[in-house]
């Protein structure tokens, strides 16, 4: 096992040029780059300066102050608890004379809380509240006068008025966070922020349940179908810590890899370990090997550089293709990962002579249906063992004393994994049990001369575990 030294060392701190995801206290994710003097802009949460953050750890919070300037927190809800709580509570004690035994009991079934009736506070007076300084004390005050101009704040229960609360520091909070564009934070941002058909419908939770099953690790020699834009490819170069290869199995001329520039990766450190091929050239590896142009090094000391360029960028994508389909045919893959719209029932047969032995087969599908019918033949074929159909789902919940229910507006599901183990099956070779024939008759053992009891088309042998194993000639 060799390191691949051309793979980007982990780096936990935000650098120039970086790009990097906001976090910001509405829960929301935005890509944006860290160039020096920039400004970025967080709409109603604020700008700040990008020289002012270059240098801190990620996952670290910051407060945005006055001027653009920032100054780190501990987190994004730091110093908000305490002091909403304590007048969330003055507030109840003043006009809620019930006990505190019963308040869990009470409703907001006869509450009416929208109009301008009931918030006296207009938009042009939080608007000009927001212009008088910076920082969360501005927050703050908005959040306490929109209290006390609330016409029926007091009449809500303990648990609705701290949700009021959190609902109007998620929006008035100057607040965000800073975090590395990992393969997670990735998939969350375009599962939740942008279209999740662009991953297939795939959640956090099944893309950590994909690579578990997968067994990927350092070092290993991966065969991958990736329809998302390069996030699998993007996941498995993580864990493979740039050690090993991925044979990147594609349908068209070139793979789409759009999500892997958006890390920082340059096109070399991704073809050291990123090895694509498409689908001709996986299944008929001779005849298109055969149809692989090596460019010609007569006369290219007069071409200009251009052109010496481009040269040298087919010679070395002709090494590569050679090399990928060295790996094709020695058949020994560590591993099959699907992630693409094509019928996996008809694409792993193709597959599965070119993975090695005791080797984890992982299709991805946003429907289970497809799922069902590929575990289905593969229980009939002899070649993969232990079929089965993986769901990882994870719900967020609302929880008071005596109600719990789901969070309304969490998405449901978020893909489905199959699960085999390629073998390699002996024919021949049956397994019955002692004193048992193979039609499951009871036998007497000849326990003679061995030279007596082997014959030129049987042998009866006994193991330790006290299983006589019969083995056709």
Known sequence: MTENTLFPPSNNIISENDRVMILIPSGGLRTVQMKLGGIINLGKFGQFLVDNIIGYPYGQSFEILEDKKVQP??????????????????????????????????TNKD??????????????????????????DIAKQIIEKMIQSHGAFDKKTIFSQEKYLTRKQKKFSRRFTVLKISPYNMLSYLYQEKEPARVLDMSEETLGLL???????????YL??????????YALME??????????????????LNLLDQVGFTEEQIESIVHPVNLLQFLYPEEERAKNYKP??????????????????????????????DLVEKNNFDGFISVCTLNPTTLLPKVLPRIGGSRSIVVYSQFKEILVGLNDAMMKDKNVLMCNIYESKVRKYQTIPGRLHPLMTSRAGGG???????VFPKEGIIAVGRGMNKGGKKQKLNTGDAKSSKTSTEQAIEDPDDVDIVIKS
């Open 73 to 106: 927190i501990k987190s994004l809800s730091f110093g908000l608890e305490e002091r909403d709580s304590s007048n969330t509570e003055d507030s109840t004690k003043e006009s809620t004379p019930v006990p505190e035994a019963f308040i869990s009991s009470l």
């Open 239 to 256: 864990r493979m810590q740039g050690q090993g290869t991925i044979t990147l199995l594609h349908e068209n001329d070139q793979p789409k």
């Open 111 to 136: 509450l009416v809380d929208k109009g301008s009736d009931i918030q006296k506070l207009t938009v042009e007076e939080i608007e000009k509240l927001k212009t008088e300084g910076g920082g969360n």
């Open 416 to 422: 489905f994994i199959f699960w085999g183990l390629r």
């Open 224 to 233: 991958l179908m990736d329809e998302t834009g390069g996030l699998i490819v």
């Open 296 to 325: 010609s090094d007569e006369g290219i000391e007069g071409f200009p550089e251009n052109k010496k360029a481009l040269h040298f960028k087919r010679l070395r994508k002709y090494h590569l293709l050679n090399d990928t389909l």
């Open 211 to 221: 690579l578990s099953h997968a067994d990927v690790r350092p070092g290993g020699n």
